[in-house]
């Protein structure tokens, strides 16, 4: 009985060690090791096909202010109901990962550009609800940039790297906002050349 004891309890530990290892502490959601691993194993699935995947690249706008004011274990359960609200509005096929600090990107297979503006729209107005737990002047958005196979690159890496930048257009633009890479185009051949 002892060692069905033992063996039982340490079965327990080594399942919640290995979901320690896969998902985010603070949030719960895949930490960005294993959710570029799986990205990256998305993609490969994708190539020599007609599928279409989308990135989207989401940071959190003025969650300094929430850490400023009310603190830092205050910003946490901020985080942690966007992390939640993040995974709701997402498929059971949507991949969603904690990038870092207050940086979260989603693999949405299937889902062209387009398709992924909505469901990006959708997924703001899910942060928003957060706002009800907090003060008016303390309210946090979400800013999104979007990239997508094939259309605007063919490997992962490119894609996190163009809808990161389409994100900080949207910030840019004063945030919680959703912006593509085809906008950051434009954007950059709008500029005026300088010699």
């Known amino acids: 009985e002892e060692i069905e004891r033992l063996s039982a309890a340490n079965e327990k530990l ?4 290995e979901r320690a290892a896969r998902y985010d502490r603070l949030t ?4 960005r090791a294993n959710f570029e691993k799986e ?3 998305e993609l490969r699935k994708a ?7 989308s990135v989207l690249f989401c940071d959190m706008d003025h969650l300094k202010r929430v850490n400023d004011e009310l603190g830092h274990e205050a ?4 985080l942690r109901q966007v992390g939640a609200a993040l995974k709701k509005s997402l498929r059971g096929s949507d991949l969603i990962g904690r990038y870092g600090g207050d940086e979260f990107v989603a693999l949405l297979p299937g889902l062209t550009r387009e398709i992924a503006y909505d469901r990006a729209d959708q997924i703001i107005a899910a942060v928003r609800s957060v706002n009800s737990l907090l003060s008016e002047d303390l309210h946090i958005g979400l800013s999104v ?3 997508s196979y094939p259309f605007d690159a063919q490997d992962y890496a490119t894609l996190v790297r163009l809808a ?11 945030g919680n906002r959703i912006r593509s890479a085809n906008d950051l185009r434009l954007f950059w051949e709008e500029m005026p050349h300088t010699a």
């Open 28 to 31: 719960g959601i895949l930490n």
């Open 39 to 41: 990205a990256h194993k």
């Open 145 to 147: 940039g979007i990239a």
């Open 14 to 17: 080594h399942t919640r060690n």
């Open 75 to 78: 910003g946490d359960r901020v």
């Open 47 to 53: 190539r020599g096909t007609t599928s279409y995947y």
């Open 164 to 174: 990161d930048q389409a994100m900080y257009l949207a910030k840019r633009e004063g």
